[in-house]
Structure formats: C-alpha cells, structure tokens
C-alpha cells in the first residue's frame, strides 16, 4: 500500500509561483510512477504532469510553466508551478502508479489533494 501527501497549495496572484510537495510511503520511489492531476470546481479531473523513471510528461495546459520533479531520498515529488493563471485554480492531486499508461483511471494511489486558488 502506497500512502501520498500533498502539501504546498494556497492563495497566489496570476503570474506568481507555487511549489506542490507529495510524500510517498513507498520503499523505492523511482520504481513508481508518480504524478500529478487536478480538478476544477464542476469539471473532471485532469492529468497535470508525471515522472517514471527519468522521463517527464506534461499536459498540454501546463507545458512550459510547471516542472515535475523527484527526490528519490527525501520520497517526494515536486510540482513547481509558474506563471500561474486564474484558470490554474483547482484541487491538485498527488498519485501513483505501477501500470505502464498514466491516465486518471490508471492511477492505484491516491493523496487528499491540496487547494491552489489563483487570483486575477
């Protein structure tokens, strides 16, 4: 059983940064994929970003603004997010996955998600 915590989220500015932290309970972290996903206030939640092994995939609503990155030692998962907008605004969702696609309903593991709200 694999156990995800978010942290990180809160109120920002359009323009401004955050950076999400997830910690896994899992023995080897870079054996997983780990990834990132959000869901707005009335809408399905969507794939943000995901890391197995050393490759990286971003969906295409965040390719050049936010950046996926892993501490294999510290266990965690990093989502720094920049130029954020207000339509960033969602709960984002650590998770994780020993299945080789990265779709939402691939994903085995699940954290309770952290708020980000952006304000024009």
């Known amino acids: 059983q694999v156990q995800l915590a978010e942290s990180g989220g809160g109120l920002v500015q359009a323009g401004g940064s955050l950076r999400l932290s997830c910690a896994a309970s899992?023995?080897?972290?870079?054996?997983?994929?780990t990834g990132w996903f959000r869901q707005a206030p009335g809408k399905e939640r969507e794939f943000v970003a995901a890391?197995?092994?050393?490759?990286?995939y971003y969906g295409d609503s965040v390719k050049g603004r936010f950046t996926i990155s892993r501490d294999n030692v510290k266990k965690t998962v990093y989502l720094q997010m920049n130029s954020l907008k207000p339509e960033d605004t969602a709960v984002y969702y650590c998770?994780?996955?020993?299945?080789?696609?990265?779709?939402?309903?691939?994903?085995?593991?699940w954290g309770k998600g952290t708020l980000v709200t952006v304000s024009s």
């Open positions: 998770a994780a996955t020993y299945r080789p696609n990265l779709s939402v309903g691939d994903m085995d593991y």
């Open positions: 890391i197995r092994w050393s490759l990286t």
């Open positions: 899992v023995r080897t972290l870079s054996s997983i994929a």
